[in-house]
């Protein structure tokens, strides 16, 4: 296709300074990551994509197909079985710990190109990179613990016999990570790091909407000294790429995180060879506020908990539960709260919400705002598109909102707190509206009575909850969902024990 100058001047974004070395790379030509090389996509096509806090054009992409899958796999079932697979915890934990020592190098241009390419804040930008580091340690450490166990009961070998029988653990093989637009490189190192630990090989999938990280995350692989083929990133589409990866016999694990629609449609695919998949899916999580909460911490615990990312992310607090109590000086607390965030480019000193990441996703946001007015909710603050470049929305908050309506079911990926207020002090009766949802990600409980925190707690039916804070991930502390909102858990041991099979070898004496 033919290619036009980009249409921004290489000026500060929005008036904000980048680094020389975002400048550079944001400048370069970018491919595809291949067998330990950059490669011009099989089909010549090329992608934009936009800082969303402008809608400017800030760097072009090649777009792979179904065979830049094909040659990715070879390239990974080749390093697989060419040693890797094989080779010691100590050297692959040795690598993990050279890329998180890159990535703490690099720390500004990767926070940088995550601001422009997804819009999220500079703050979670800086933090996204900590963490990244954090988890590549963490995931070194955990390869040497990899290891079976030895029985000596009697197998059923025959009556006589005696037997040794041991376990192995074992690489799954070859693994497809398919990453979200949300926080790109968190999700991209969440899924390699345990992967690379327990000795797989991978192919990553960065969304069409923010590949710029996936691509300098390549950088540093080869820099570290990883073996062509143990990781390749392939640009593309859900339907061109994303598909082909999912329904490839090569291919032994899929890792997706990413809406529960998409993830219905990658277990169909998976069904061809049987492929092992973990999802991480959509959420639309309880906050539980009950009428001793401190509402000094639960007014900006609680606003918060939808809104950062701007609430595109999976464990966002949207269903609020506010006791009648307090629900006045909550609503309140949460209104104040909400209109004097500083809403603006992630850049910008003091930003707290960026933008939607896309011109499209934020109108799917307003077409839940005006679904919401429709129904009967209370527009109590916001609602509206703030009228400057970018896809902008402000804060915005739903009172007399009622379980069957769409703000209060849908995920919705946005800024939109629906309020719903209770009288109840039973728990059973609390967790049945918390557990008014096809959902299971997240959820928080807001208050001082540890008996009422923990009952409460262990009655909502979600793969994590949060009392007096919300949405407290760790790298050491797992996370999935229940119901809709996936299989699996990432995060912790148990992300490791998704990239390993166990063997039982039983030896006759």
Not at 210 to 238: K, Q, R, S
Not at 349 to 358: A, L
Request: hydrophobic share 45%.
């Amino acid at each position: 296709m033919s290619v036009s100058p980009l249409p921004y001047a290489p000026t500060p974004f929005d008036g904000h300074p980048i680094s020389d070395a975002t400048r550079a790379f944001l400048a370069r030509d970018h491919q595809l990551f291949i067998d330990g090389r950059w490669a011009a996509a099989f089909g010549g096509e090329v992608m934009e994509t936009r800082d969303p806090a402008t809608g400017l054009v800030v760097a072009r992409f090649a777009v792979g197909e179904a065979a830049d899958v094909n040659a990715a796999v070879v390239a990974a079932r080749n390093a697989f079985d060419g040693g890797w697979a094989r080779s010691q915890p100590a050297y692959r934990a040795a690598l993990l710990r050279r890329l998180a020592e890159l990535m703490q190098r690099d720390a500004q241009m990767l926070a940088e190109l995550e601001v422009i390419d997804s819009g999220m804040p500079m703050f979670i930008a800086s933090l996204t990179v900590s963490n990244c580091v954090e988890m590549l340690h963490y995931y070194a450490g955990l390869a040497g613990t990899i290891e079976g166990t030895t029985t000596t009961p009697p197998a059923h070998v025959s009556m006589e016999a005696e037997a040794l029988t041991y376990t192995l653990r074992e690489p799954v093989g070859v693994a497809a990570h398919i990453i979200p637009w949300n926080v790109p490189l968190s999700m991209a190192i969440l899924k390699l790091a345990p992967a690379l630990a327990a000795g797989c090989t991978n192919i990553v999938k960065p969304s069409e909407e923010t590949p710029l990280t996936a691509l300098a995350l390549a950088d540093l692989i080869a820099e570290a000294g990883f073996p062509a083929g143990v990781v390749n990133i392939v640009n593309g589409t859900g339907p061109g790429v994303g598909a082909a990866l999912a329904g490839h016999p090569g291919i032994d694990k899929v890792a997706f995180t990413g809406s529960t629609a998409t993830g219905r449609r990658i277990v169909e695919a998976a069904l061809g060879n049987l492929k092992k998949v973990t999802l991480e899916l959509g959420g639309k999580s309880p906050v539980v506020v009950m009428p001793d909460a401190d509402l000094e911490l639960a007014v900006p615990g609680v606003a918060m908990a939808t809104y950062f990312l701007g609430g595109q992310n999976c464990m966002a607090g949207t269903r609020i539960f506010v006791h009648d109590d307090v629900y006045e000086a909550m609503i309140e607390g949460l209104v104040a709260f909400s209109e004097n965030l500083v809403v603006d480019h992630g850049l910008a000193p003091g930003c707290m919400i960026g933008p939607m990441v896309s011109q499209a996703h934020a109108a799917k946001v307003m077409g839940y705002i005006a679904r919401g007015l429709s129904e009967g909710a209370t527009l109590r603050t916001g609602g509206q598109r703030l009228n400057r470049a970018g896809h902008f929305i402000a804060p915005t908050i739903f009172t007399a909102t009622t379980p069957d309506m769409g703000i209060v079911q849908d995920e919705i990926f946005g800024p939109v707190m629906a309020v719903q207020r209770f009288d109840t002090l039973d728990p059973d009766e609390i967790a049945r509206m918390a557990n008014n949802s096809p959902y299971g990600l997240s959820g928080s409980v807001w208050t001082r009575s540890l008996s009422a925190a923990h009952k409460i707690a262990a009655r909502i039916r979600s793969g994590h909850v949060s009392i007096n804070c919300h949405g407290a991930v760790a790298h050491n502390i797992p996370f999935g969902g229940y119901g809709q909102s996936g299989w699996g858990r990432e995060f912790g041991r148990e992300s490791l024990d998704n990239y390993l099979e166990t063997k039982a070898v039983t030896a006759r004496l």
